[in-house]
């Protein structure tokens, strides 16, 4: 009988909080036993009804507990690095949310870490690639009924975006998600990256120029542009139209029933990453559990989370000069191909 993996979830904010009640109620061959956070009244509150874990407020306790088999990493970016060397010392199974790393140099060494360890321990959390709809796309273009893929056309769009979100963050924590997700559906490597900065919406917090029309280009000439909206007001979208050869391809936007009565007529608009992606957020976690069952990988490596990591990078130097970057990779080590 496989024995659950006891996981010390770090970090209990909104998105740690939303996977420790998914890790508690929704998935099979886990269990949450440990919850750290800074705030001990948090994590205290996140294990509420939760009987064998317990709350504390570094990372340290709960690697000194000795009965931890497994790490999940849901505090923001730039804690990261830390908690992922001292999880890789212990050989421990490890999902940890996007950014791997907030740069490129210091994923980088984690991937070196890794390698040193001589198998692969961490899942990095791009949920999209376990979206349905996503998934659907994916299989349309490695089955090649329509044709070569040619070009993408992304959409990402938030209601608002909450205090302290920079200009910056419209690119490290929003397009990322698109930098890996066409690096998923493609099967390649992102070569280059151009922001454009058009008209701002009056909306946008001081500082920030919002929205964002960014470009890219993959090894094999496929063309993708994404538009990054984070204050449009009108709820949360992530949509993408993928023409083909032979066909074009739209998933997300609307979501269903789309109503007709009394003279008027729509469908709704997901408010949050939550409604929109949360059996994507399940699947991806599964994914994570079963793996880490059979010590492997179940999805995004540590490689994925280097290379967006030196997306952004290309980006974020983009959205200061507007011209068209590279994106610079180093080799791709034998262990992630």
Request: charged share 20%; hydrophobic share 40%; aromatic share 8%.
């Amino acid at each position: 009988m496989t024995t659950n993996l006891r996981v010390a979830v770090v970090g209990a904010g909104r998105m740690g909080a939303d996977h420790i009640t998914r890790l508690h109620s929704r998935i099979h061959g886990a269990e949450v036993a440990a919850v750290v956070d800074v705030d001990l009244a948090r994590a205290q509150a996140a294990i509420e009804g939760m009987e064998g874990a317990v709350a504390l407020d570094s990372a340290d306790e709960a690697f000194a507990l000795g009965d931890i088999n497994a790490v999940l990493i849901a505090t923001p970016g730039f804690l990261h690095e830390e908690i992922l060397y001292q999880a890789l010392e212990r050989d421990l199974p490890i999902l940890c949310e996007k950014p791997l790393t907030p740069d490129a140099t210091s994923a980088w060494k984690i991937v070196e870490a890794e390698q040193r360890l001589g198998h692969k321990r961490i899942q990095v959390g791009f949920m999209r690639r376990y979206d349905a709809e996503y998934a659907r796309l994916g299989q349309w273009i490695q089955g090649g009924e329509l044709g070569e893929l040619l070009m993408l056309h992304c959409a990402h769009r938030n209601p608002d975006t909450p205090p302290g979100f920079t200009n910056e963050m419209l690119i490290t924590d929003s397009v990322v998600h698109e930098f890996d997700v066409i690096r998923f559906l493609t099967g390649e490597e992102i070569t280059s990256v151009q922001v454009r900065l058009g008209k701002a919406t009056r909306h946008a917090p001081q500082g920030q120029h919002d929205p964002q029309h960014v470009l890219i280009e993959t090894t094999s000439g496929v063309l993708a542009d994404v538009e990054i909206y984070g204050n449009a007001r009108f709820g949360y979208e992530v949509s993408t139209v993928a023409s083909f050869e032979d066909g074009i391809v739209s998933i997300g936007a609307d979501s269903g029933p789309y109503l007709r009565r009394a003279g008027r007529w729509g469908g709704q608009i997901t408010p949050s990453f939550v409604e929109r992606f949360g059996p994507a957020y399940d699947v991806e976690v599964q994914a994570w559990v079963d793996a880490a069952q059979r010590g492997e990988v179940g999805g995004p490596t540590a490689w994925d989370g280097y290379a967006t990591a030196a997306c952004c990078e290309a980006g974020l130097e983009a959205q200061k000069s507007g011209n068209k970057v590279k994106v610079q990779l180093n080799a791709k080590p034998n262990l992630y191909n």
